[in-house]
């Protein structure tokens, strides 16, 4: 269905906004002859993957055509592959699973053991910690470059402080992934320390191992969660208040932290943690959660019949006109700076 422009300057009837001259190939655009009447003719560079996206017309992604001006960035965000992904398979994963994340006997003893272990790390209830959006927002994003790469080299926030625990992409295994690839931020005028999770790459077997076997199965992410846990009683061991953040499926493992500790933090393009929450969710409970009005991954998760259909905590939506891309997410806030975790209500 989708065709390529025969050249970077063919002329299609009722075409405007073109920019004069020849444009050079690689800024040809390459979208459908559908599209090609409202194209205005060279796309914008990516500053993560560097690939170049048309900022008009629907960008082609498979069978699903991201929004006007949208880009799935294969580096940075889940984007439209996982959308696909999940639409695709989705209904014969949920069969072969024997239920699509239901509540089997199995999940909900492993469950019930995981929160046992949770509660026997005695994390004190830390909700006051507050921390701008912005700036959470800045971290859910930077965590990303652990995909490939051992260290954030990204400046933090201003006031924060990027520590030394980082952690990178582990190595894809037939089960779930010791952790996540996460970092802690602090900042020493609030002493309030950051857990940032990283989301889907969809260059990562290990995430899309996650996002099948958590989202689709209701597989409990037994490892990664004690992980997140065993970092997050250092720091408030060492008197520092705690938060956690994510995007994506780091948002679910987010919020599902938030509600059973009952900490602090938000989760942005956040799939629902289902019966996998905890009983500590709830509004004005200092963790928020939001999601992006277009986004076309959670709009494919909600559509299948999984377990994840409710979240611990009110979900807030906002419209950056770029889904689930997490970028787009830190530029909404950067033009509300003064928001945080407690604010926004």
């Known amino acids: 269905f989708w065709l390529n422009a025969s050249s970077a300057n063919a002329s299609v009837p009722g075409e405007v906004g ?6 050079p190939p690689a800024m040809a655009c390459s979208t459908s002859f559908w599209f090609k009447a409202n194209c205005k003719g060279a796309k914008q560079k990516c500053p993560h993957c560097e690939d170049y996206y048309c900022s008009y017309h629907f960008q082609p992604c498979g069978s699903i055509a991201q929004l ?34 239901y509540m089997d006997r199995a999940q909900v003893y492993h469950m019930n053991r995981l929160v046992d272990w949770m509660n026997s ?16 927002a800045n971290m859910a994003e930077d965590v990303y470059q652990l995909h490939d790469q051992p260290k954030i080299h990204q400046s933090p926030p201003s006031g924060w402080e990027l520590t030394n625990d980082q952690w990178q992409q582990p190595c894809y295994s037939l089960s779930f992934p010791k952790r996540l690839a996460m970092a802690v931020y602090i900042n020493n005028n609030t002493r309030v320390a950051v857990l940032a999770l990283k989301g889907t790459s969809t260059g990562s077997a290990s995430d899309i191992h996650h996002d099948f076997a958590g989202l689709i199965r209701g597989e409990v992410p037994a490892s990664p969660v004690k992980e997140a846990v065993e970092v997050l009683k250092k720091y408030q061991d060492a008197g520092w208040g705690i938060m956690v953040t994510g995007h994506s499926l780091a948002g679910y493992m987010a919020e599902l932290l938030a509600s059973h500790l009952g900490i602090a933090g938000a989760a942005f393009c956040a799939p629902a943690t289902g019966w996998h929450a905890g009983q500590k969710g709830g509004d004005g409970k200092g963790f928020v959660v939001i999601n992006s009005s277009g986004d076309l991954v959670i709009g494919a998760i909600s559509s299948l019949p999984l377990m994840t259909q ?11 006109g770029q889904g689930h891309d997490i970028g787009a997410v830190r530029k909404y806030w950067g033009e509300r700076r003064g928001t945080t975790n407690h604010n926004f209500y």
């Open 68 to 101: 006007v001006g949208g880009h799935n960035c294969p580096k940075y965000t889940a984007g439209a592959f996982i959308s696909n992904t999940l639409t695709a398979v989705g209904e014969g994963a949920a069969v072969s699973a024997g239920g699509s994340g």
């Open 18 to 23: 073109r920019l004069p001259g020849r444009i």
């Open 121 to 136: 790390q005695h994390i004190s209830e830390n909700r006051s910690s507050e921390a701008s959006l912005f700036d959470l």
């Open 310 to 320: 409710s979240h611990a905590y009110r979900v807030h939506t906002i419209s950056t």
